[in-house]
């Protein structure tokens, strides 16, 4: 039901337009190009950059071949065939088209002003203020933001050159950068805060269905969810997805509010998440949730007998102890959160 109100109130979303394509990607052999326009995905429509994201996690989850459909400028339309490989299954990664895939959308690039700066960091102690516009990196010139932090974080010396625009007048200023270790690659940064005042209006279309549609695609959202949700704690047991994931009621309260100052469609997004996060969770076949009692009532089918009293005892510690170890894990994601 909260799906179906989604899908007629409408959303907003980036065009569905190809801003850039990484190199060496899937999306790069495949022969996506900027300003490809994608228009469907195995013959499902392509309304916002991220319309189809449920059904595209699900088949990279299966390592699937894809057929979209692209409208290429002075080309006119184009099927492009992306296969999946087997590595994309190591790894829970939302972000399908851009980091599985290898497609950015279509968004104006801020320039290499400095619109805040991290406290105590390499760019506040090295003298950088906010307002200043970095025009190159050791001599390199920088064209925008983007290519601003590339360079950075690209880079592996810990001495960095600035030419700095500030006024009328050009400056150097050396920075002694930090080093980070994230997802396993170490990545250079100088504390610096990218502009957030962008102008997107020509960027943003709006997605709404009737009343009909939005009934059909409730269902199968909802389906999707459910799947996904399984499929993400099947790969948290086995070690293929962070167990990061699991949240507890910290983290629930800080989303809700988050989702809640983003707008109704938002806040109801969330509530969807949320209720089929819960019900998966209660169906799972642990005693002392509603799937633990099904398991129960087969056992008696195939018996022809009630369960041992002694058994359903063992079997209600057993629920017990993996309910709290599960709560206790998710406190914990939440303590680790806050601090970060």
């Known amino acids: 039901m909260l799906y179906w109100v989604i899908g007629m109130l ?11 394509v990484t190199p060496g990607s899937i999306a790069e052999q495949s022969g996506f190009k900027p300003g490809d326009q994608l228009v469907s995905v195995d013959n499902r429509p392509i309304r916002g950059w991220s319309d189809q994201r449920l059904y595209l996690l699900d088949r990279a989850a299966t390592s699937a071949e894809l057929s979209f459909l692209i409208d290429r400028p002075s080309v006119g339309l184009k099927t492009l065939r ?7 299954d190591r790894s829970f990664n939302p972000a399908v088209l851009s980091s599985v895939i290898g497609i950015a959308p279509d968004m104006p690039v801020p320039e290499a002003v400095v619109a805040g700066l991290v406290e105590s960091g390499p760019a506040e102690r090295a003298g950088i203020l906010e307002g200043d516009r970095i025009l190159a990196i050791d001599s390199v010139a920088v064209a925008d933001w983007q290519d601003l932090v590339r360079k ?3 880079g592996t010396g810990e001495k960095i050159s600035l ?5 009328d007048t050009t400056i150097a200023i050396p920075v002694i950068a930090d080093f980070k270790l994230i997802e396993g690659k170490t990545i250079r940064r100088i504390g610096i ?3 957030t005042r962008i102008d997107l209006s020509e960027h943003i279309t709006r997605v709404r269905y009737g009343p009909l549609e939005a009934a059909v695609r409730g269902v199968e959202t909802t389906w999707m969810m459910s799947s996904l949700t399984v499929g993400l704690f099947g790969k948290m047991l086995t070690g293929s997805a962070s167990r990061e994931h699991l949240s507890g009621p910290v983290s629930i309260a800080r989303f809700a509010g988050q989702s809640a100052s983003l707008g109704l469609t938002q806040f109801l997004a969330f509530l969807a998440v949320l209720s089929v996060s819960l019900g998966i969770i209660n169906l799972l076949p642990i005693p002392v949730l509603d799937g633990g009692h099904l398991v129960y009532f087969a056992a008696e089918g195939v018996l022809g007998r009630p369960i041992p009293e002694r058994v359903m005892l063992w079997g209600q510690q057993f629920g017990i102890t993996i309910i709290v170890l599960l709560m206790g894990l998710a406190f914990y994601n939440d ?5 970060q």
Do not use: C, H, W
């Open 10 to 20: 409408g959303t907003e979303d980036l065009k569905p337009v190809v801003g850039s």
């Open 82 to 88: 992306v296969v999946l490989g087997q590595e994309n």
């Open 152 to 154: 950075i974080a690209m």
């Open 163 to 167: 030419s700095v625009e500030r006024g």
């Open 193 to 195: 805060y990218a502009p």
């Open 335 to 339: 303590f680790l959160s806050l601090l």
